[in-house]
């Protein structure tokens, strides 16, 4: 069984859910934020709305990253701060420079982010050698025949 990463223990622990606009592979995004901590900058989306669970998401929550229509990979939510822009106050997610990948679970459009339980969040990718090379559909029909 895969390790269920930052879900392993879901006492007081919540996610975020948000598809990553623009991005259609991991890579892509390894390669932006990696450019950012490479400019110094910290690595914070800024996102209209702060979580009212903010405790549940700071006790060990992530971000886990929709790409290209499957849930691929998590970062751990570091803090939650106050960000002033000029169309008001917005919440400023604060990330952990480090990118697990998760076995890739499909998942529909959203607009802005959704609250993801410990117990439904896919586990980190180590189980499966190879896993992330397989297409998202393929992977899940797999695991439902109790295959994967």
């Not at 910290?42 to 790409?67: K, M």
């Not at 990979?73 to 997610?93: A, M, N």
């Not at 980190?124 to 029909?141: I, K, T």
Request: aromatic share 4%; net charge neutral.
């Amino acid at each position: 069984m895969a390790d269920k990463g930052a879900g392993a223990d879901p006492q007081g622990v919540v996610h975020l859910l948000k598809i990553c606009v623009g991005v259609d592979q991991v890579e892509q995004l390894e390669l932006w934020q990696g450019q950012r901590v490479a400019r110094g900058e910290q690595l914070r989306h800024v996102t209209r709305n702060r979580p009212r669970r903010d405790a549940e998401v700071l006790a060990g929550g992530s971000l886990y990253w929709i790409i290209a229509g499957a849930i691929r990979v998590r970062q751990r939510i570091v803090e939650l701060e106050r960000v002033q822009t000029d169309t008001g106050t917005k919440c400023g997610l604060i990330l952990a420079p480090e990118l697990v990948r998760t076995e890739p679970w499909l998942r529909r459009p959203h607009q802005g982010w959704r609250y993801l339980e410990a117990k439904d969040a896919p586990p980190d990718l180590a189980a499966h050698a190879g896993a992330e090379e397989l297409p998202p559909d393929l992977q899940v029909a797999l695991r439902d025949i109790g295959v994967y």
